[in-house]
């Protein structure tokens, strides 16, 4: 998979050179090709910003930079080209798993007061924020984006059971999770995970993933499939 990353500050994507993406994309599993927007300003100053027509406060990026940088980058508009914006439909997990099935993706970073609305009339096809509030520029959403998706790019992850069994995989967030010592400080790693039946630990995960989303996030228990772990209604019985 691919990612186009058009900014002012491409300074920020350092960050992807560590980790699981840095070394992804060291052995090729993961493209990511940063643009310096400023590369494509026809202002000897190399400008990209300008005041805003109607007044008010900051600036706006102007059109004529970023749409060569996006025509250049993107001729023939292969790309699912994404501009960041508080504006755009939230991010979440579904809306992940299908950016994930892109061969290409053109992200757009904005900074100071945006930009100039032509730029999305002309080149972009969604606008994605990473949620209700404001940050300085695209370029923290756009590193947010390309690393949630990254992780179900073949190979990136170390094995396929990552992405299977954690929060929002089944509609729940995630149960518990221990490792060694056994006691720490008093507290003791649940009984049944020490065990070894398989079955018991499933249904201890599953039950306490249940039990955790109901106090946090009971928004999501609606769309879940948790009937069969739900404790059994008891029979009435006649007299
Ligand atoms: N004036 C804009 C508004 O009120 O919607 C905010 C501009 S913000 C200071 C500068 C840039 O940061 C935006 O153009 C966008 O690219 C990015 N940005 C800020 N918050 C964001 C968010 N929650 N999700 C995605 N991008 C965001």
């Known amino acids: 998979m691919q990612f186009d990353i058009l900014t002012i500050f491409p300074e920020y994507f350092d960050v992807l050179k560590v980790s699981l993406l840095g070394k992804a994309i ?3 599993k993961l493209c ?3 643009v310096d927007i ?10 990209t910003d300008d005041t805003p027509y109607g007044g008010g406060a900051g600036m706006v990026m102007t059109v004529d930079p970023i749409v060569r940088a996006i025509e250049s980058v ?3 508009h ?10 755009g439909a939230t991010l979440n997990q579904s809306k992940v798993e299908k950016l994930a099935k892109e061969e290409r993706i053109l992200l757009l970073c904005g900074d100071y007061e945006g930009i100039d609305e032509r730029v999305i009339d002309l080149c972009i096809d969604e606008e994605i924020s990473i949620g209700d509030y404001v940050l300085t520029g695209g370029e923290l959403p756009a590193l947010v984006l390309v690393n949630s998706v990254a992780r179900y790019v073949d190979g990136v992850l170390g094995s396929a059971e990552s992405t299977s069994e954690e929060s929002f995989s089944d509609g729940l967030l995630e149960y518990p999770q221990y490792t060694r010592p056994e006691i720490y400080r008093g507290l003791r790693v649940p009984e049944v995970l020490l065990g070894g039946n398989h ?4 249904r201890w995960r599953k039950e306490k993933a249940i039990e955790i989303t109901m106090q946090r ?8 499939d948790i009937a069969p772990y739900m404790p059994k209604k008891p029979k009435k019985h006649r007299k």
């Open 26 to 28: 060291s052995e090729g």
């Open 32 to 34: 990511v090709n940063i």
């Open 38 to 47: 400023r590369n494509y300003s026809q202002d000897k100053h190399k400008k």
């Open 74 to 76: 993107d001729p023939s």
């Open 78 to 87: 292969e790309a699912r080209r994404i501009y960041l914006s508080p504006r």
């Open 199 to 202: 079955h018991d630990i499933c």
């Open 217 to 224: 996030r009971p928004d999501l228990m609606a769309k879940a």
